[in-house]
């Protein structure tokens, strides 16, 4: 068994026999551009990539391959992949797209969303809260990604599901790229609200709402400041003490 199958893909969750060493190389990559480990312009060097995660070059390239569909990975002809790095004008196309994208969702979840979704919203708002409390930003950077996703969830629509997954990573990028604070991100009190008036199945006020949290979301934006590209080994260093 390879070190990447011995490691959890997160400490919090269980591992899922069902996933694919390509779908747990992926799982963490994602995690980090979620959690803003892996800042934009960072080099995805597939070879050390393959000693982190102990699998071959083929695997990782078809991680790379999958988050660059996603839009969140840049595979350069014959230089190799990095992290996505929006420009202004992407950045605000993308926000565009994510408004369309919220609203819609929102709409759907308030006519499909299920008790146990709603609980499990919950719960992450939870834990988002705790990660808030206990200063870890990363974490409570990627609670509130998943916060989103899970909503595209409740719409019952895969193909919203899917373009929400790949919005909200390259939403992190340009937060990492752009935010003016880095203290702050999704509020949780809109978090719960959202789900308050979701479960009620009030359309209006969800649309409302979300409204309302995208543009809090977007004002924290100054569309110049940039960020660094960190060290592959540092950021997945977790992955490399499970390994040990």
Avoid: W
Wanted: proline content about 3%.
């Amino acid at each position: 068994m390879t070190g990447l199958l011995k490691a959890t893909h997160k400490k919090n969750k269980p591992t899922n026999p069902k996933l694919t060493q390509d779908d747990i190389v992926y799982g963490h990559i994602f995690d980090a551009i979620l959690e803003q480990r892996l800042p934009p312009g960072t080099k995805l060097s597939e070879e050390a990539l393959g000693e982190i995660f102990g699998v071959s070059r083929t695997i990782i390239r078809r991680a790379l391959l999958r988050l660059s569909v996603e839009q969140v990975v840049s595979t350069r002809p014959n230089r190799g992949s990095i992290v996505a790095s929006p420009s202004v004008e992407e950045a605000m196309q993308i926000l565009k797209a994510r408004e369309v994208m919220e609203l819609a969702i929102v709409e759907l979840a308030a006519e499909n969303a299920t008790s146990e979704q709603i609980a499990k919203c919950r719960i992450m708002v939870a834990e988002e809260q705790e990660a808030i409390a206990q200063n870890d930003t990363g974490r409570s950077i990627r609670l509130s990604g998943e916060f989103h996703i899970e909503l595209a969830a409740m719409a019952n629509n895969l193909p919203l599901m899917s373009f929400q997954r790949s919005l909200v990573s390259q939403c992190s990028l340009i937060i990492a790229l752009y935010e003016s604070s880095k203290k702050t991100n999704c509020s949780c009190d809109e978090h719960t609200q959202l789900l308050d008036v979701i479960e009620a199945g009030d359309k209006a006020s969800a649309i409302a709402l979300m409204k309302t949290h995208l543009d809090h979301i977007n004002s924290k934006l100054n569309l110049q400041d940039e960020n660094n590209a960190q060290d592959l080994h540092a950021v997945f260093s977790n992955v490399v003490k499970k390994k040990a």
